[in-house]
């Protein structure tokens, strides 16, 4: 069964100063799927993805998201779309100054007539459901590994249950087993919860094991959009050398072995 577009981004320009970094870029993301997002230094990606999530205007273009027009939105309508979309940043972005709990619990205190007892619980849970264990939720992100403060961005990221979850890097700096971890994490909980996953990665293997199309940036725009099979089909030099190099034929091998 096809699915639809939860998001559909038409003629998308955005620039900085009198650098262009997007221009007429159009994409759907298709609702219930795992998109990758790849390109080269300085294409944008995570431009893209802050753009869609409404942390930046862009300079044209039209972005609908649930089927509404997210950039014309009046700001109560906003609020709706953006409750119903988590993000987790690179490394995380926690506060410093709180714990893991209290990080989980911000977006929380958004929900109007939620009681104290039942925002820590619901935190709680959100912490078990990134794989940390209870003991996280008193520690301060400074405690943390790399991988523990990923964990914790994507457990705040989850606090109100969203529809969407934008990803930023979410493997790198990780080691290889650091990161398979991570992207067995977002295959269950995309499979478990129905979450569409906008991914922003350089990261062969999570590519490879867990994303259903592939969306490269390259020339201002979404060069091409599909499975890993599309790729390896594109004629193009940037993509040619990305998934046709060492590390994507080492990427691919691993994941048939462990088929």
Not at 193 to 210: E, K
């Amino acid at each position: 069964m096809e699915r639809d577009a939860i998001i559909r981004i038409r003629g998308l320009r955005n620039q900085f100063g009198p650098q262009v970094i997007h221009e007429n870029l159009d994409l759907d993301v298709m609702r219930g799927e795992v998109l990758g997002v790849v390109g080269g230094s300085g294409t944008g990606k995570s431009v893209m993805l802050r753009t869609i999530a409404g942390l930046r205007r862009p300079q044209a273009g039209s972005i609908e998201i649930f089927g509404q027009d997210a950039l014309g939105a009046n700001d109560a309508a906003r609020r709706e779309i953006d409750l119903r979309m988590g993000v987790m940043f690179q490394d995380g972005a926690l506060f410093s100054s709180l714990t893991v709990r209290e990080n989980v619990e911000v977006p929380l205190q958004n929900v109007r007539g939620l009681p104290p007892k039942l925002r820590r619980e619901l935190a709680d849970l959100k912490i078990s459901m990134s794989g940390l264990p209870y003991s996280a939720g008193d520690k301060y992100p400074s405690e943390l590994s790399g991988g523990m403060r990923k964990r914790a961005g994507l457990a705040r990221a989850l606090a109100l249950d969203p529809e969407i979850l934008f990803l930023d890097e979410p493997t790198a700096g990780l080691d290889p087993i650091g990161a398979a971890a991570i992207d067995t994490l977002v295959q269950q909980l995309s499979r478990a919860l129905g979450l569409t996953v906008f991914l922003v990665t350089h990261d062969l293997d999570t590519l490879h094991a867990i994303c259903d199309r592939i969306a490269v940036l390259a020339e201002k725009r979404v060069l091409v959009t599909g499975p890993m099979a599309r790729m390896l089909e594109v004629d193009h030099p940037w993509v040619r050398e990305y998934f046709h190099g060492p590390r994507s034929r080492a990427a691919a091998d691993a994941l048939q072995r462990n088929a």
